[in-house]
């Protein structure tokens, strides 16, 4: 197996060919694999960080791709999965002084990458749940789909204004302040919810804990519960029981 670690190696680096190789048009014929196998690596980080690209530009959204490609090789064939970790990368650039939100910026298009490629599964509504047996209302859970953050910054306007398809007002002011975020989808939308502190709260520990049953005890009272878990499910965002979330 040792010829396939200098072979994956080989492919991380600039330059230089596995130590298997010595005629020069394998070589050559190696470089143009290692272009193809980089390019595809970065438009799939193009293809899941298109606002992170837009607010950089090509030009320099290609130089942190393939610096991250250096840092956090492909380890696994599907691309869906690739590209995790971009967001730390970015906080960790001194040349991103003027832009402090793009971090959080490419967290929630990670987080939108995910609620894109998880399982279907129909939301609760206050009906459904006004037919549903006392005992099992343990069991409610968020749906699939669903992914939360905290941001100190608009970062859902900045995300909505450089949609292919916005035309309204393009300019976001920082002072609008940060957004506890419930990121979603409805068919093949994703949707950016704007939570209040107390359902934000609820949406966190249900999404560590799995359940209501497990998550109620994080809030302070019944009260407390009542009205996270009402605009929870006012919100589309919880499911009945046996709602499986996976992460891509």
């Not at 290692?34 to 899941?48: I, K, M």
């Not at 009260?223 to 996270?228: E, I, T, V």
Request: with cysteine; net charge negative; charged share 20%.
């Amino acid at each position: 197996m040792r010829w396939q670690h200098d072979w994956m190696d080989a492919l991380r680096r600039t330059a230089g060919a596995p130590a298997g190789l010595r005629d020069t048009r394998d070589i050559a014929r190696f470089d143009i694999y290692r272009a193809s196998f980089e390019a595809n690596l970065c438009n799939s980080l193009r293809d899941t960080y298109p606002v992170v690209n837009r607010l950089v530009g090509e030009d320099f959204f290609g130089q942190v791709a393939r610096s991250y490609l250096r840092t956090q090789p492909s380890c696994c064939g599907d691309l869906h999965e690739y590209g995790a970790h971009f967001a730390t990368l970015l906080a960790a650039l001194d040349s991103l002084g003027d832009l402090p939100y793009l971090p959080d910026v490419a967290r929630l298009e990670w987080l939108a990458h995910q609620a894109f490629h998880a399982a279907d599964t129909e939301p609760l509504t206050l009906a459904t749940l006004a037919g549903l047996p006392y005992e099992s209302y343990g069991s409610l859970c968020l749906l699939p789909c669903v992914r939360l953050m905290r941001s100190e910054f608009p970062v859902h306007r900045i995300w909505q204004v450089n949609q292919e398809s916005w035309v309204g007002d393009a300019v976001v002011s920082l002072e609008e302040g940060g957004v506890h975020l419930a990121v979603s989808r409805e068919g093949f939308d994703i949707v950016l919810l704007p939570l209040e502190a107390e359902a934000h709260e609820l949406a966190c520990a249900l999404f560590e804990r799995g359940s209501l049953g497990a998550a109620g005890e994080a809030m302070a009272d019944a009260d407390s519960l009542g009205r996270a878990l009402n605009a929870l499910i006012g919100a589309g965002l919880m499911a009945a029981a046996g709602a499986k979330r996976e992460t891509p």
